[in-house]
């Protein structure tokens, strides 16, 4: 399945004034429409769809806080720019849109997904039941996965909620947040909800393998190595991995750049991915405008693009360890060929995320490129972390990490070169920064860790772009790595408690 739109159903979008029930076309007297499984499977459909305002978002609050990435001018007064300044630092006023926009996307696809679980009754084949109830508990996992962790304690929306109900609401404690979001996940996987492997005819869809590879996540982020929920993530891991077909080389592994090619999308390292569609059908990728450079005169991409995403000196010293490391040149890129000039532009303007560029977009916003959530890399040096912080480092853990590495074209580690535990940590780390760049991993990665405050702080440290403003960026501290509740959420309900510090 390339395109998660469906037909419009009914014209009126309702909300209530919380944006924790906001409906989409295609939930709306949903009582009057779902009458049978192709109509839950249009619904099915719409969760699927609102990921794409998710993803608009998702680089800002996840990939731009960290020292992967900054905002590419200091001291600018677009509004824009004003708002990547407050996330670039971490210093977020409570009216900020970006966050605003993308807190009400998580909450259209938990909806949305809350809207098939409801009408899950009138689908008389069990097997698609079982199947719509998997992808809706999927979804609405991972949604809850992404609040918890940026926000912490949140509103648990399991329901259909009304204005005057919601005005009231109170943000449930992040334990129980996480109870939910193990709760979705483990009745798939303990109840077989979906299918090893989608059909071709549903490429996109989630599957066994994506639920299992997400809980494993869950677990490794909420507990700890002596837990036994942390230990059970290596078993579900080794698991995603023997449906893989156990890659043991670099040679068994897609080739870097083909991972992120738009003409081989859906390819063995693609566990999960969100789906685009060029062609001015609404469900294009916006990516390309949003990172190419500005004025580039098409050489880039075509029209207006806005440059966000800006990868810092950080990333691309940490990139030049290896210079031969291939990943670099499909991450990012630091000059690009004027054809019309026929010179190489290779200053500081040139520099640009290149991970999801489409040179063909003819349309802004309208690329073709997918966007990868889950990956196979991702599942093999999860695995290898896991199973150093449980046992230390083994031949496994050392085959599944220098797989990666060979695949990049970058030397392959000794037992000896990562003999201890901490030292195959560390390798571990510096490994997933580089595998994962642009990919929205890096700043759940410093949060799983423990490490986001120090790393950011020595970041904004050490990198000149800070060194030019005309300030000084104060360390940030613990409670700056949550982000605040929406201002518009405690307007309609001045009871709600905001995140400490804001």
């Not at 030292?423 to 860790?449: G, M, T």
Request: negative net charge; proline residues 5%; charged residues 20%.
């Amino acid at each position: 399945m390339k395109k998660y739109i469906i037909p419009i159903l009914v014209s009126i979008v309702a909300f209530t004034s919380c944006n924790l029930d906001k409906y989409p076309y295609s939930e709306v007297a949903a009582n009057e429409y779902v009458k049978d499984a192709t109509s839950v499977n249009n619904l099915v459909i719409g969760v699927y769809n609102g990921l794409y305002d998710v993803l608009y978002n998702e680089w800002a609050m996840t990939e731009l806080r960290t020292d992967n990435a900054r905002m590419r001018v200091n001291n600018s007064t677009s509004q824009d720019s004003k708002l990547i300044e407050q996330l670039d630092q971490l210093v977020v006023l409570t009216a900020n849109a970006w966050v605003q926009d993308y807190w009400d996307a998580l909450y259209v696809v938990v909806n949305r997904a809350n809207t098939v679980l409801a009408n899950l009754e009138v689908v008389d084949d069990p097997g698609l039941r079982a199947r719509y109830e998997g992808e809706a508990r999927f979804l609405r996992a991972w949604m809850y996965f992404d609040l918890v962790r940026l926000w912490g304690p949140v509103f648990i929306v399991k329901n259909k909620t009304g204005a005057d109900e919601a005005r009231y609401m109170q943000r449930s404690p992040a334990e129980d947040v996480w109870a939910l979001i193990e709760e979705d996940l483990e009745a798939i996987v303990n109840n077989s909800l979906l299918p090893d492997t989608m059909p071709s005819t549903d490429l996109g869809r989630a599957d066994m393998k994506a639920a299992k590879a997400l809980l494993a996540k869950v677990y490794m982020t909420a507990y700890k190595p002596s837990e036994p929920k942390y230990a059970r993530a290596s078993t579900l891991l080794g698991q995603v991995l023997e449906a893989c077909g156990n890659p043991t080389s670099g040679a068994a592994l897609v080739p870097y750049a083909d991972i992120f090619d738009k003409n081989k999308e859906g390819n063995a390292e693609i566990i999960f991915a969100v789906r685009y569609r060029s062609g001015n059908l609404g469900i294009g990728s916006p990516f390309t405008t949003l990172y190419a450079p500005v004025n580039n005169g098409g050489n880039v991409a075509i029209g207006a693009p806005k440059q966000y995403n800006y990868p810092s000196n950080s990333i691309i010293s940490a990139f030049n360890v290896n210079p031969g490391d291939l990943r670099k040149d499909v991450c990012l890129q630091e000059s690009y060929f004027n054809k019309t000039t026929g010179v190489i532009v290779d200053n500081a303007n040139a520099r640009y995320c290149n991970k999801f560029i489409d040179p063909d977009m003819t349309s802004e916003y309208d690329a073709e490129n997918d966007f990868p959530i889950i990956r196979l890399a991702d599942v093999m040096l999860l695995k290898a972390e896991a199973d150093n912080e449980l046992n230390g480092p083994t031949a496994e853990s050392l085959t599944l990490l220098n797989a990666i590495r060979e695949r990049a074209g970058v030397p392959v580690y000794d037992m000896a070169d990562v003999a201890s535990k901490y030292a195959f940590r560390q390798a571990v780390r510096s490994e997933r920064r580089l595998e994962f760049a642009f990919e929205n991993q890096r700043y759940f990665d410093l949060l799983r860790w423990g490490i986001a405050v120090s790393t950011i702080n020595e970041f904004l440290a050490s990198e000149p772009f800070y060194a030019a403003y005309d300030y000084v960026v104060n360390p940030i501290a613990e409670w700056q790595t949550l982000l605040p509740i929406p201002v518009s959420v405690l307007n309609i309900n001045k009871s709600v408690a905001q995140n400490p510090g804001y």
